[in-house]
């Protein structure tokens, strides 16, 4: 699925009339209505359990009508162009889930500095879990250089520039870290939800450790393996996790740039030259010829939503937020829009001084904007803040989350069935090794 970075995947043309955005809003608003009436399940699986929640749901049933659009009558046929509209919208209501996660962070300060030198180390677990477990099992599978770009990073947008910049997008390093972000896109955060759900029930590991290993740099996979996560904690200490996955999400975001620009690349690149010749011999290769044509999908549309366009996504998120909260919380939709009033005012400020001032960096903005603000008794308003968004359950924020994902996926669906079954593996096991990583490092400090 889309990551959490702020760059906006290619929205609709304007041949898009309002009526058409208003369908993807309608059907968006029907999707996570659905998701949430038919709520949370799970199941046993050996000695631990599988939970699904309402955001799986809804990433799911968003990415099937995605695929059914031919099939499907006009009122609820959402087309290519318009799949990608919401891939734009996406990108604006991820401001929204930025703010909360600032919020939450600045509210349980505090409990997030009793976690101390382990948020720093994990980091660590992530820029170097994804080749620990990646790199190998790609060259046992015959994979070539594509193997670099596949594994250094959970492949984001920021990897994709890192990789665009030293090897070239139409290098086989590439093609890897392209199939690494269409596979994180489009699976990225199912797999990450039943993972992180099965690691849990094993009951084996500190929930705070858990909680870093959450966050992974990706504010959708952030949120669906948080969700995962809290889903088995008791009530009381969720709000405390999830600030400290949102603060590893964070440091992951801010700091892994650098990591993987300055460690866990080099370090992936100087692996493969050694391990190369020996795990390479018991494959055959499947480098190039496995992602041919991967590279055909371009770089990242980098620049922003019109503003009306992101007021829209605002307004869809205010919706949907309320409607969740309501169906699975009980929150009455009066306290939910004052909530998400003071949000959406935050996100209003900082976005016009980042049209103002076009290379502030909106998230690192945004996350210390709303930090600051969300520290109790910090500021003669914080109080009031912290005691109205703390009445917006997290979990409400992720369905929408990701049902606007799963239209922006299913674009990408018939690329990503090109790059066959070998990249595929070798980018969810690079997924499950920065979790497990940094889940990992955390624990060594609990």
Partial sequence: MPSASLSAPPHAPAAHTAAHRLRLVAVVIAVVIVAEWIGSA??????????????????????????????????????????AYAGGLLNAVLLLFVVKLGLTVGAFLPQVRQAGWALFFQEFGHAFGTL????????????????????????????????????????????????????????????????????????IFDPRSLAMGAGVGSGSMMAAAMGAIAAQQPAALVPQLTAIAAAANLITMVLGFYFTLFLSLPACAWLYERLEPVLGRFSRPRGGQETRGAAGMGGVDIQGLPLVDTVLAWAL??????????????????????????VIAIVAVVDALKR????????????????VVGVPGLLPFSDAVVAHTAKLNFMAFTTPVLALAGFSVAKDLPIFRQLGWRIVLVSLTATAGTFLGATLVAEFFH
């Fill in 317 to 342: 998120m205010a919706v949907t937020v309320t409607i969740g909260n309501r169906m699975a919380y009980q929150v009455p939709m009066l306290e939910s829009l004052i909530g998400l009033a003071l």
């Fill in 132 to 203: 620990a477990l990646g790199l190998p099992l790609a060259l046992l599978l015959g994979i070539k250089r594509e193997a670099v770009g596949a594994t250094f990073s959970v492949g984001r947008e920021g990897n994709l520039v890192i990789i665009g910049q030293k090897y070239g997008m139409d290098s086989p390093e590439g093609r890897g870290v392209l199939a690494e972000y269409i596979t994180g896109t489009v699976l990225g955060a199912l797999f990450i939800t039943l993972l992180a759900g099965f690691i849990t029930s094993l009951n």
């Fill in 356 to 371: 103002a001032v076009p290379r502030l960096p909106l998230v690192l903005a945004l996350s210390v904007v709303a930090t």
């Fill in 42 to 83: 799970q199941f046993a699986l050996g000695p631990g359990k599988v939970v699904l929640l309402p955001m799986l749901w809804a990433l799911l049933i968003a990415a099937a009508l995605g695929m059914a659009q031919r099939r499907l009558p006009a009122a609820l046929r959402i087309d290519t162009p318009l799949q």
